[in-house]
DNA sequence: CCGAATTTTGGTAACGTTCCCATGAATAAT
DNA sequence: ATTATTCATGGGAACGTTACCAAAATTCGG
């Protein structure tokens, strides 16, 4: 029931908790033989260090704060298996908070992890430049902040981790050109993320390129919701303006758009071909399949990871970007 | 940089640290003037109390373990939810690990939990039986396990969160009788899962009642992925048996199973009705939308949450199980 | 076989906080 | 005024561990 500590160990060998403590890291300066029991003793007595009694020395709680901005697309669970792949062989725990996009919750949920005293905050964002103020104010007071997929404006001074959005984009525009789509819509998302920005940039100059272009084509929702891409699938019909072909700012809002046009019976991807941006299953969830630009999430994870532990370690550690490779699929929804 | 602490406000003010404390936690023994001095230089000097220090001191950890079988259906983080409503405005963190369905990675995530020093633990099993004597094990040695979903056997003494899985299934088997089927297949669960028994034998029971019930239609796939979910499918389809309806131990496999069925050109719902059983958005994000048990999820984590909260309080406190109502929603894959 | 060098061990402060006990100051009762 | 009584504060131990320094034990060289 009572935990073993040190000190019992102490005692029961009669021996001083420094040896003891000696034994158990490892030091050189220790007799073999003493290691040797003692060892034994904490195997049989159960013995177990007390990670909190090692936080309060060395001064770190080895707790690693995660915000997300949601959780009902695995799209948050990929990355925070990379996060634990690097995290917890180390010791280190994960907190996890979400922000259902907004703001003001991502706000309280940092200041909940300050409160919890984390070592480093790693975070998705949910609105690029509504909380810039506190991600200051954060590494200010010497918590380090790492930021992927979705990051804040160049002026903050921080790690990230990123796709190349605009490159992937415009192969996927290319892949629908080339099956023969003209007529290709974009559902954008939301204006405060900057990757929305990135993609919407790649849609359209591959578009300027081979004469495509039509702004008609660009729907904005609201959100980035399965609901959003449903309406904007609305909004376009309603538009008439004729359209081929939806590239999705994200695979939630793709799918949300497919199911709607399913439901007037249009034939995917015989009438309207489809394509998102995400790199989670739920892309093959659905029927049919959605062609996707999947981006390697479990290894963002593991990159961010990485860059917040250099920061740990070391807080004057430069700021580093890294930029991932993603992979265009193409599944059923564009053949 | 430096965190400010009780003795910095010590120094700061000239008076002693135990006087600080008192000021900090609100103790009678305090003029009121002091008091008020002391607040005043915490908040101009941003002091913080370290939980680490108190942690060590009341012999907590303040970290609540959690252990799913996967994150990619969003049935984890429902719960997830649930449990942070709770467990967050008290102070608490969840450390979050994923089993991937295997028991020997769930051995490993509660060992690591432990080593953790976590206060308690919330499990959803991947497998009834096999780590039954570490759950007993990780109980006597202090740590209060709650399990919640998929659970163990009665054998073992501690709290439990269900729902009504027998009645519900028997519920939607009458749902499906009342719309006219006759032919109901059903995909079930693992036979390690105690959930899958319960909604089988609500299945059995119906079906008996109406002199519908045929073993032939009963599939029993490897696991409970999408993938196994297509499998049934084939299986089904192989068995040239006939059949008009599927009822499926989750929605994850009715979703598998209606998208072979799909790509085969089968009509859902006219050809073949399906329902699952989750309470996830997933029901409502695929297409045609799913027909299913909706669990309350959100509630089931606060009712887990709660009772490992009355296990920490007092150690002696009884174990409970607490059965939740879950809701049938009728969508366009039954009617 | 003795002093020097080396190895092994013990003692204690420190991390940040609270809590018990003791001390000093102020107030109340006689 | 003088002793009790309350009130306000200070001192120090404790939670479990490590790290530094000192002390003891062992080995080595001559």
């Known amino acids: 029931m009572k935990r073993i500590t040190i000190k019992d160990l102490a005692k029961y060998l009669l021996l001083s908790t420094s040896t003891i403590s000696r034994a158990l890291v490892n030091d050189k300066n220790i007799h073999p033989d003493t290691k040797k029991k003692v060892l034994e003793a904490a195997g049989k007595l159960g013995y177990k260090p007390n990670p909190t009694a090692l936080n309060l020395k060395y001064g770190q709680s ?4 995660l915000v997300v901005p949601e959780m009902i697309t695995p799209f948050a669970s990929k990355v925070l298996r990379g996060i634990q792949n690097i995290l917890y062989p180390l010791g280190y725990r994960v907190i996890i908070t979400e922000s259902d996009e907004n703001p003001l919750i991502e706000r309280k949920n940092l200041q909940l992890l300050e409160e919890f005293n984390v070592d480093g905050i790693l975070i998705n964002l949910s609105h690029e430049t509504h909380n810039e103020d506190l991600y200051q104010q954060i590494m200010d007071r010497g918590i380090p902040l790492v930021f992927f997929d979705r990051i804040p404006g160049k002026s903050l001074d921080a790690s990230r981790v990123v796709v190349n959005d605009h490159i992937k984009a415009s192969l996927m525009i290319e ?7 003209k007529r290709i819509a974009h559902i954008m998302g939301p ?3 900057r990757n929305s920005a990135e993609r919407a940039a790649g849609y359209q100059r591959i578009l300027t390129k081979h004469g495509l272009f039509d702004p008609e084509l660009m729907i904005q929702p609201e959100g980035i919701t399965f609901e959003d891409g449903r309406n904007a699938a609305i909004q376009l019909l309603n538009k008439k303006i004729g359209f081929d072909s ?5 695979d939630t809002l793709a799918i949300g758009a497919m199911n709607y046009l399913l439901e007037q019976n249009i034939k995917i991807p015989d009438e309207v071909a489809i394509a998102g941006f995400s790199g989670t299953e739920l892309a093959t969830i659905v029927h049919p399949q959605l062609t996707s630009v999947a981006q390697p999430l479990v290894q963002m994870g593991e990159a961010a990871a990485g860059l917040i532990l250099e920061k740990i370690k070391d807080s004057e550690a430069l700021s580093r970007t890294i930029v991932l490779d993603a992979e265009l699929i193409y599944r059923a929804s564009t053949r």
Chains 1, 2 share one sequence.
């Open 191 to 193: 204006s405060s993320i």
């Open 246 to 250: 939806i590239f999705a700012f994200t």
């Open 175 to 181: 892949h629908l050109i080339d099956t023969g789509r």
């Open 62 to 65: 080895k707790n690693i704060g």
